[in-house]
């Protein structure tokens, strides 16, 4: 086999028609198979799936989540039946271009010491000026983070050799964040420019607040520099108390008379306050996702699946 497509899907039941079309005219002098994986949608996306797979039995696989487990498990699930030599991660939506495939593996044809072939988003020419600003950041800011770098721009479309699939099905971690598990696996990879195109059908599931859980799953995952905040404010603001304490005592024992202070006292002790809160919280981010681990649960559970000969979850 050359190629396996891993296709995602939530709510997509405009979309995953038109998708097998356009991946059928594109692949067709290649040997393929497109993996269409359900995550939990809650429109008609498996019955337009189980339709496309009784028309096209040679090329079609389907794995129907028991629930929505997030995009990272659908990815996770289609990597684990691929078996092709190369293997491409593509959205449902038609936003990602098919056409680029071609020139994704010819990219892995033409040079060996590649491995990966991932596509950047450069012009963003669609998106608001707020979520410009907001993904930047988030680059900028991951990458001060974590000893992981980060590709500004780069999508979760990317293409990969067999040994590099073996590698990210090697992190069994329950909480997958796969752009910094593309990254963190090393690899070769060669950054490719593309332009996204609009929606066939249908409305974005990602919004501003999908946005910064991701990018705070992202941070959390992947640096561990947030649980070093609370120390390195605890030493700064012991400093501060210690040099007012100094001034307290030289004014009350040396200068004497009564130091004031109630007001700001008080706003001393609401900042404290609040600033303990916060490491206790990102304390508490860090411990929440030890405890999801420790329990070892799947990363996903299939329904059903249409098109493969074994019962591996």
């Given at each position: 086999?050359?190629l396996?497509?891993?296709?995602?899907?939530?709510?997509e039941?405009?979309?995953?028609?038109?998708?097998h079309?356009?991946?059928?005219?594109t692949?067709?002098?290649?040997?393929?198979?497109?993996?269409?994986?359900?995550?939990?949608?809650?429109?008609?996306?498996?019955e337009?799936?189980k339709?496309?797979?009784?028309?096209?039995?040679?090329?079609?696989?389907?794995?129907?989540f028991s629930?929505n487990?997030?995009?990272?498990?659908?990815?996770?699930?289609?990597?684990?039946?691929?078996?092709a030599?190369?293997?491409?991660?593509?959205?449902a939506?038609?936003?990602?271009?098919?056409?680029?495939?071609l020139?994704?593996?010819?990219?892995?044809?033409e040079?060996?010491?590649?491995d990966?072939?991932?596509?950047?988003?450069?012009?963003?020419?669609?998106?608001s000026?707020l979520a410009?600003?907001l993904?930047?950041?988030?680059?900028?800011?991951?990458?001060?983070?974590?000893?992981?770098k980060?590709?500004?721009?780069?999508?979760d479309?990317?293409?990969?050799?067999?040994?590099?699939?073996?590698?990210?099905?090697?992190l069994?971690?329950?909480?997958?964040?796969?752009?910094?598990?593309?990254?963190w696996v090393?690899?070769?990879t060669?950054?490719?420019a593309?332009e996204?195109?609009?929606?066939?059908?249908?409305?974005s599931?990602f919004?501003?607040k999908?946005?910064?859980?991701?990018?705070w799953?992202?941070?959390?995952?992947?640096?561990?520099?947030?649980?070093?905040?609370?120390?390195?404010?605890?030493?700064?603001?012991?400093?501060f108390?210690?040099?007012?304490?100094?001034?307290?005592?030289?004014?009350?024992l040396?200068?004497?008379?009564?130091?004031?202070?109630?007001?700001?006292?008080?706003?001393?002790?609401?900042?404290l306050?609040?600033?303990?809160?916060?490491?206790v919280g990102?304390?508490?981010?860090?411990?929440?996702?030890?405890?999801?681990?420790?329990?070892?649960?799947?990363?996903y559970?299939?329904?059903?699946?249409l098109?493969?000969?074994?019962?591996v979850?």
């Amino acid at each position: 086999m050359k190629l396996n497509v891993v296709i995602p899907c939530y709510n997509e039941e405009g979309n995953v028609a038109l998708m097998h079309k356009v991946l059928s005219d594109t692949l067709k002098d290649i040997k393929y198979e497109l993996i269409f994986v359900n995550d939990g949608s809650k429109d008609k996306t498996f019955e337009m799936l189980k339709d496309i797979y009784d028309n096209d039995k040679k090329h079609v696989r389907v794995i129907n989540f028991s629930r929505n487990f997030g995009k990272d498990a659908a990815i996770y699930a289609g990597l684990a039946h691929s078996n092709a030599k190369y293997t491409v991660v593509v959205d449902a939506d038609l936003q990602q271009n098919p056409k680029y495939l071609l020139e994704m593996m010819r990219v892995l044809d033409e040079d060996e010491a590649i491995d990966v072939v991932a596509m950047v988003n450069e012009t963003r020419k669609k998106e608001s000026g707020l979520a410009k600003f907001l993904k930047n950041g988030f680059y900028s800011f991951i990458n001060i983070l974590s000893d992981t770098k980060f590709h500004k721009g780069a999508s979760d479309f990317r293409m990969f050799r067999k040994e590099v699939v073996e590698a990210i099905l090697s992190l069994g971690e329950n909480n997958r964040f796969s752009k910094g598990i593309f990254s963190w696996v090393g690899f070769n990879t060669k950054y490719l420019a593309y332009e996204v195109e609009d929606r066939h059908s249908g409305k974005s599931n990602f919004n501003i607040k999908s946005s910064f859980k991701y990018a705070w799953n992202g941070i959390i995952n992947f640096s561990v520099k947030p649980l070093k905040v609370a120390t390195v404010l605890g030493v700064i603001f012991s400093l501060f108390a210690f040099i007012y304490l100094l001034v307290v005592l030289i004014k009350t024992l040396i200068v004497g008379g009564d130091v004031p202070g109630y007001p700001s006292l008080i706003c001393v002790v609401l900042l404290l306050g609040g600033l303990n809160l916060m490491a206790v919280g990102i304390l508490g981010e860090y411990i929440s996702k030890m405890y999801l681990e420790i329990k070892k649960r799947p990363i996903y559970v299939a329904r059903n699946k249409l098109g493969f000969d074994d019962d591996v979850l």
